[in-house]
């Protein structure tokens, strides 16, 4: 699944204009960014609140292929912008993140790779 084909999925409107549609290749929600960088893997469509810089860098660090904010959520400012200067999409869905990662696991997109 692209990650164009996940935001249709999962309602979700670009927050970042990402030219490079990566493929997702599993799904995780966490907002403990410490867990995350210990968990994160490379094309994850990672779901959480958070929305501060460290969020894009985790997200960066292990070259997942988006962020995915739930219920509406917003990222602003100098993250948003550090996301977009770092090609990582970034995503707002109105959705739960029980429901997102429900759409992602019933579209067949396995959890992180253990």
């Known amino acids: 699944m692209k ?3 996940l935001a249709a999925l999962t309602e979700a409107a670009f927050l970042t204009a990402v030219p490079d549609d990566k493929e997702v290749t599993c799904g995780y929600t966490c907002d403990l960014l410490s867990w995350v960088m210990a ?14 810089m460290n969020v894009v860098a985790v997200a960066v660090l292990a070259d997942m292929a988006c962020i995915v904010l739930p ?10 912008d550090k996301a977009l200067s ?11 993140a029980y429901e997102i990662c429900g759409r992602l696991a019933g579209a067949g997109v396995p959890g992180r790779a253990q």
């Open 86 to 96: 770092e090609g990582m999409a970034v995503l707002s869905s109105p959705l739960t």
């Open 39 to 52: 968990h994160g893997d490379e094309g994850m469509a990672w779901v959480t609140v958070q929305t501060h």
């Open 71 to 80: 219920e509406n959520v917003k990222m602003e400012g100098e993250a948003l």
């Open 3 to 5: 990650v164009s084909e």
